[in-house]
């Protein structure tokens, strides 16, 4: 299961993820080398340490997170949620702009369900928390071309409140 993750990790990197990955990498060995050259002077030597080892951490964490959300630019609406009174079922349909400066060959779009409560620290913790996940898969959608969609959450029990929230991840 992690082994089926990873590689689609890695299936899914673009060149840029290997120039960040690299240029991390070179950080990394950098600091590292000077501060073994500068070990008589303790003080700079264990600070170059850890930023070393928080380059090689968070460069490529922090990176791919903020150079991914620039790249593959998308902005989704809910337009119309409705929920089915005769079946189980919640209808959401929306929209899906690019607004990067690339066509995107596939992009996942993911509608959740999330508890409500008045607890404003509830709130934000339901959200990492959905009770109900569905997504889509759309193709083909050229630079500053917005789509139409429509979820389908289906064996959906929930009679308390609750908010729906939409978001995509392209390539």
């Given at each position: 299961m992690i082994t089926d993750k990873l590689s689609v990790f890695i299936d899914e990197l673009i060149v840029y993820d290997y120039i960040l990955f690299g240029s991390s990498f070179a950080i990394f060995v950098l600091l590292i080398i000077l501060g073994i050259l500068l070990r008589n002077k303790i003080f700079i030597s264990i600070v170059l340490f850890l930023l070393g080892?928080?380059?090689?951490?968070?460069?490529?964490?922090?990176?791919y997170v903020k150079m991914h959300s620039y790249v593959f630019k998308n902005t989704t609406k809910i337009i119309e949620q409705k929920k089915l009174t005769f079946t189980k079922a919640i209808v959401i349909n929306g929209t899906l702009?690019?607004?990067?400066?690339?066509?995107?060959s596939m992009c996942k779009i993911k509608a959740s369900a999330y508890k409500v409560s008045s607890n404003a620290l509830k709130n934000y913790l339901f959200k990492f928390k959905p009770?109900?996940?569905?997504?889509i898969l759309e193709y083909d959608i050229n630079k500053n071309e917005t789509i139409e969609f429509k979820i389908i959450i289906d064996s959906f029990n929930y009679e308390k409140d609750y908010n729906v929230s939409v978001g995509a991840s392209c390539r």
């Open positions: 080892f928080s380059s090689i951490i968070l460069g490529p964490t922090l990176g702009k690019n607004e990067s400066n690339i066509d995107f009770f109900k996940e569905r997504s």
